[in-house]
């Protein structure tokens, strides 16, 4: 009854490219994978939202194409506005995709970036600091800390810098922010864990225009929330990152006030007694 | 082990009897009986009158129910009964009633989360073993996924439940509510074929309905497509059976505004529970409530699992409906293990989380 999946037929240009695109991850929305632009040498990441077929063709082509078009327009906003964000190289709304070359779904090619991701960055930390916790003094601890909390205050930083240029991003957590490697590294101390590099924010699929402070605060919140459930032993430092955050820009104040609303209210909440 | 479960948290009050065999063997459905209170066209059912309605069958329903199942009173074991979350009349008197029997007849209470026991009457029924769950009907819209002896939600409404749309749009249409809206709006849209643009909105795994309910009502107000003398025109000209013409330029009619409120709400659960699927990383779905019986969201998310390599569980109107064998199904299996009710915890609440059962019946 469960075939092994296939995915989608890659749209056309990207059939014929050389070396095929490697497939890197499937969402529920969209496939990612590693290709390359222009010239062999010139990595690069393709988007792809294939077409959903339990979908009425019009609303198909109407969401694919608007949520595409959203994403590309939110990422060269910010590449304009100076925050470290993929690059736009190419998009397609109407891809020619199948044997049929018919509608196969919409894709968005973006500049490679090369680094781990903050989630991976943090599982080895914490894993690291689970394994030698108690041959560690107080000192070390707290110089481990320090680092974290340092990495913490640069997330902020790029969160209000996104902020700042009038984009929320709507899905962040720490899968979606990355660290580019530096061209020199420098010694990643005892742990191993490297924290240098720029932050950079990934997968802007979700991403909106907006200069509100609700949509602000709950882009907060929603990472708040992810740091909480996937790395429990760095979210007493969360507040490292709201520091780097208030920081980065004026506003900040008025959407931290406006956080604390956030976390108080909602329908998710118990309304009993 | 025996037991009859209780259930009127909203416009149907059932009950039925549930035999689960001392061997362990498949759980039998012994007797199903139920009676629903249905407004008048373009109106919506009202707690108090729906509670008196409620008042006035549960007796009957009670002695039906023991007759068709061939059990006398001494048979059963426990008796289960809605606690929430619903409407806060009908729920009451059903309440009323289970600890009037549970009294008279000596028999332990056991009070039930009815999205809980939605749950568990799918899971029986289809043979799903750990599915993602979307449990859609007229007062719930989530998306739910087991984990730790919890069911966890992952998406929900914001506002209105999708079922609620529907039948806040049949009643702008004077749709008749009998057997029920989304019923009478699903044959309907069978005969529409153009998509009308209208609002689409998921925020993540949660989405929202009363948008596109207003801009639904707009579109019918625009184009005079409310009220019963449409309905009634409507009603004759499908008996005439003529056949309408196909200019696209024509303004829409009743059926393409009912074929895109569904293809609309339909997209965004679809959407949102393969956001849990992928999330979770489960292949299967099933799922539950009202809503549940459409055929053209059964169809749909076939599509999308079969995309994903996985398939999608649903039932029929015996058990998608609200009913009292579904409670008595989540209630027994709490009972078995020793999870009862104390008479003076029997209260009934109107907000009853799915994630606050504790689920110690399942330790996958």
Known sequence: MTDEYKPPPLPSPFTNTSPAPVLLTQGAEAHLYKTVSLDPSIPAALKIRPSKPYRHPILDRRLTRQRIVQEARCLVKLVREGVSVPAVLSLDWEGQGGEDGGWGGAWLLMEWIDGPVVRVVLEQWEAWLKKNSSSLDQAQLEQEEERVRGLLRRMGHALGGLHKAGVVHGDLTTSNLMLRLPATSSDPGPTGVSMEGEVVLIDFGLASQSAQDEDRAVDLYVLERAIGSTHPRSEPLFESLLQGYRESYKGATSTLKRLADVRLRGRKRSMLG | ?364
């Not at chain 2, 009897?17 to 759980?27: A, K, Y």
């Not at chain 2, 029997?101 to 332990?108: D, E, P, T, V």
């Not at chain 2, 039948?167 to 057997?179: E, G, S, V």
Request: net charge negative; hydrophobic share 40%; proline share 4%.
């Open chain 2, 1 to 364: 082990m025996i037991g009859i479960g209780m259930e009127g948290s909203a416009n149907k009050v059932g009950i039925g009897i549930m035999l689960h065999p001392e061997d362990g063997s498949e759980p039998k459905v012994l007797a199903n009986v139920r009676h629903t209170y249905n407004a008048p066209p373009g109106e919506g059912f009202l707690p108090k009158d729906t509670a008196r309605h409620h008042r006035a069958w549960v007796v009957k329903l009670v002695k039906d129910a023991l007759k068709e199942a061939k059990v006398t009173v001494d048979d059963v074991d426990c008796i289960c009964f809605t606690q929430g979350p619903g409407m806060g009349a009908p729920l009451q008197s059903v309440a009323i009633a289970a600890r009037m029997m549970s009294l008279l007849w000596g028999k332990k209470l056991v009070g039930v989360n009815h999205c809980v026991g939605h749950i568990e009457m799918g899971r029986l029924i289809t043979g799903a073993s750990n599915p993602v769950v979307l449990y859609v009907s007229g007062g719930n819209t989530q998306v739910i996924a087991y984990s730790s002896q919890r069911y966890r939600i992952f998406g929900e409404t914001l506002d209105i439940a999708v079922g609620n749309c529907l039948d806040r749009f049949a009643r702008t249409l004077h749709i008749p509510n009998d057997p029920f809206p989304g019923y009478n709006i699903e044959q309907l849209a069978k005969q529409g074929k153009r998509l009308v643009d209208l609002p689409y909105v998921v925020k993540g795994m949660d989405c929202s309905f009363s948008g596109i309910l207003a801009a639904s009502d707009g579109l019918a107000a625009t184009y005079g497509l409310g009220g019963s003398e449409q309905a009634k025109l409507d009603a004759e000209k499908s008996a005439l059976n003529t056949e309408e013409s196909q200019d696209l330029d024509a303004k829409p009619t009743r059926a393409d505004l009912c074929f895109s409120l569904q293809e609309t709400v339909f997209s965004m659960l679809v959407e949102i529970t393969e956001r849990a699927m992928a999330h979770v990383g489960s292949k299967e779905v099933l799922i539950v409530g009202g809503v549940g019986c459409n055929e053209r969201l059964q169809e749909m998310m076939g599509i999308m699992a079969r995309d994903r390599g996985g398939s999608v569980f649903a039932t029929d109107e015996r058990f998608c409906i609200d009913n009292g064998i579904m409670i008595a199904q989540a209630g027994m299996l709490a009972h078995k293990m020793g999870l009862n009710t104390p008479l003076k915890d029997t209260i009934c609440t109107q907000r009853f989380r799915t994630d606050e059962v504790w689920v110690k019946w399942r330790d996958d």
